[in-house]
């Protein structure tokens, strides 16, 4: 069963990063090409935008969608029970959105622009609908679906960004690429889950589910809560005081510093979950299988991490031109923590897989604390890379707190040496911290970036192979070393 089982595990993970891999590489040609046409300001006010709708997708699709993918059977009248309770819960969190928009702009002090509001209602609105559909797909591992969906949506809005940034509508053509691909989505999910085990969701009247699932989505919702505030809280604070062009510049490193996470962790875990969800029942080999994609995990993130810290400079040039220099020292100080975070990212498929909504919440509660208090520090000092650091400090003790939690209350065991050699692979990247970056970006062209860039690659692959080879040899000297319990 464990081989099998592991083939399983395996095949959706290939078919999640397939898909999430073609969605993040438009992305990303996205960013390119749009950091080229907008001024940093804009980016700024949309980045006040996209934490808007970022509480809403943390609301409606991450608390429906997961507890739909834990039920062990759902019928249609549940299914289409779902759907009413997203069309609801759409036409509640849209009227909240309209009128709390302008307030939080008045609080931050920056100009609240026409009709933004009104973009974010009907985002939130379609942001909501998305869940019972995306639920269909994500239980079945549609994921070249889903993908497929998502880049059709991206697609349709980058075209009409472009067409409206050529008719002269300026900011307002940034605004709709930010919200216009929800409401693709929503229309390409609907079409596609018809192809579904669950099948297409109805508007149903059996809203009764909802107690179904109301022990795992209660826990659930009020962790996607503190989560929000745990991962956008700064923003916020950013922009309330250091204005709208550091935003813009804090928002991009850290986007910069989280496509690691979006291309490893956040593809692997829509596939962890549904998939060890089906061997609950046996705690040791869902530890085991978590450990097993832990470390090329913490691997992934260690050479990705010290490419970024030593080409920095070279890799903001090539990915947003001219003007985006202040980004760089942001993301130096970021970059340290990616192996870190694509580790502890991948912690909320144990905690779905086993139902313990309860622990996730204590530990995200425990995040937004720590991540308070290292804003509201660096926030005080008005120094951004102070703060910065001090974010990436939280990060750490969330880590230690996260894993203390898991190990202590759901696997119910001792951590064994081999999660002690992941924690010494994400640890690595501090000790760069306390040297300048080895390539510096001493000409502003895309040659010398290039190669700069290539360079810094070289360098962390000739570390992460000494690395191994370290490893690789001490597992041969004490080969029973990932057996003992420490």
Not at 305 to 327: D, M, Q, R
Request: proline share 4%; hydrophobic share 55%.
């Amino acid at each position: 069963m464990s081989i099998q089982s592991g083939l399983e595990l395996n095949q959706a993970i290939k078919r999640s990063l397939l898909g999430k891999y073609s969605l993040y590489a438009f992305q990303i040609i996205s960013m390119v090409l749009l950091a080229r046409l907008f001024a940093p300001g804009d980016f700024g006010y949309v980045a006040i935008v996209q934490v808007f709708i970022t509480l809403m997708v943390l609301i409606s699709s991450t608390s429906i969608v997961p507890a739909l993918v834990y039920l062990d059977d759902v019928s249609v009248s549940q299914r289409n029970g779902l759907m009413s309770l997203s069309l609801l819960m759409g036409l509640l969190l849209a009227t909240l959105s309209f009128f709390a928009f302008p307030l939080v702009c008045l609080w931050i002090g920056m100009k609240d622009m026409p009709y933004a509001a009104l973009f974010i209602a009907v985002t939130v609105f379609f942001v909501c609908l998305t869940t019972s559909p995306l639920a269909s797909l994500q239980r079945g591992s549609k994921f070249i679906l889903i993908a497929r969906a998502e880049i059709y949506a991206e697609t349709a809005s980058l075209l009409m960004c472009m067409l409206l940034f050529y008719f002269s509508y300026g900011f307002y053509a940034l605004l709709f690429k930010v919200c216009s691909p929800f409401v693709f989505r929503f229309i390409f999910y609907y079409q596609m889950s018809a192809h579904t085990e669950v099948g297409r969701p109805a508007l149903g009247r059996d809203l009764a589910v909802f107690k179904t699932i109301v022990s795992f989505v209660k826990f659930q919702f009020l962790f996607n809560l503190v989560n929000f505030f745990s991962r956008n809280l700064d923003t916020i604070i950013v922009a309330k005081f250091f204005g709208l062009s550091v935003t813009a510049f804090y928002d991009k490193s850290y986007q910069v510093m989280r496509y690691p996470l979006q291309l490893f962790t956040f593809a692997i875990t829509p596939a962890l979950q549904p998939t060890l969800t089906k061997h609950k029942a046996n705690v040791s080999f869902v530890a085991s299988e978590f450990l097993r994609v832990l470390r090329p995990l913490a691997y992934l993130g260690l050479f990705v991490s010290i490419v970024f810290y030593n080409g920095s400079g070279a890799l903001v040039y090539l990915l947003f031109g001219p003007g985006w220099e202040a980004v760089e020292p942001i993301l130096t100080v970021f970059s340290v923590s990616i192996p870190l975070q694509m580790v502890l990212s991948s912690t909320g498929a144990i905690y779905q897989s086993f139902g313990q909504s309860r622990l996730q919440f204590y530990c995200g509660l425990f995040s937004v604390v720590t991540t308070f208090m290292a804003i509201a520090v660096g926030a005080y000092y008005e120094d951004i890379l102070l703060l910065c650091l001090l974010i990436v400090c939280s990060f750490v003790i969330n880590y230690l707190f996260c894993f203390f939690v898991m190990y202590r209350f759901v696997f119910q065991t001792r951590p064994s040496y081999a999660f002690y050699k992941v924690c010494f692979l994400i640890m690595l990247p501090f000790v760069m911290y306390s040297v300048e970056p080895m390539f510096p970006l001493s000409k502003a062209d895309y040659l010398t970036s290039i190669l700069l860039l290539l360079q810094s690659a070289l360098l962390s692959l000739v570390l992460c192979v000494a690395v191994f080879a370290g490893q690789y040899a001490f597992d041969f000297l004490y080969p029973n070393s990932d057996k003992e319990v420490l």
